[in-house]
């Protein structure tokens, strides 16, 4: 199997579910630079860069996340609403317009930003998971993620006067726990975000792929992984860690392609 075989896999589902219902897409796959924040090469020492810059990937890709939704919310082609998707994240319930409910979800309840936990695993109901996040293009999302990206960048001891209207919070982790930390912290960061922001679940938004082929996580309903794909609940899969290698057969090999171009096409061909 090549390497990257799951990411054909689950780009050509996007790009299908895309077409089908016009929507938009957007591979960002460079990091903007520098990488490295000042705290960050501070904590490295005498660490060369290159080596700082690897010890700090993962978490600088992941923030990353947050300066991307910043830039798309601020663009003058004026997007209604911006989805950070992770690579390893399919939208694979054609049927639907999944990304047009979630719109018409956010516009009934007046929200800024629809969140979706990880629910799937057991204790993970109030946990977020930073790989399915869309926003609608509000000044509170551009605040919310102009503040998060900036209180990265400044570190420990945190950013003081964010423009949603925290006092101070310091987020020198990574970014879930950053939005974890905004959503459940203080009775004053609950209020400020009430009516903002939502945590929805997993297990339709954003369920992790160990659900419909078992491969050793402990998940919260049974029903998922005998149902597979043919659960009417699940709407978006999340290939997360080693599941990622799941993604050809599931997309591909198990009865339906969800990439809409056949075997010889670009997702599903060895």
Known sequence: MQVFWWLRAILATNRHHARLHGHCIILRWQPTQP???????RRCGKTDEKSCTRQNERENFNW????????????????????????????VKHSVDILGGIAAQMAQRNLDVFLTSEDWLLNGERRINGGFLMTRNSEWSEHLFKDTFRAHVVGPGGLRRWKIGLPH????????????DIMSGSSLNKKLVKGHMSLESGIIYNRGGCTVKHCGEPTTDPKMEALGMKDERLQVLHFTGSSKYLAPQVLCDDGEDYTGDGPKGYGCHK
């Open 35 to 41: 990488q490295l924040t000042k705290w960050q090469k």
């Open 169 to 180: 919070q310091e987020c020198s982790s990574n970014e879930q726990i950053c939005l974890n």
């Open 64 to 91: 990353e996340k947050h300066l991307m939704l910043y830039e798309y919310l601020m663009s003058p082609q004026n997007f209604t609403h911006v989805l950070m998707l992770d690579a390893d994240a399919a939208l």
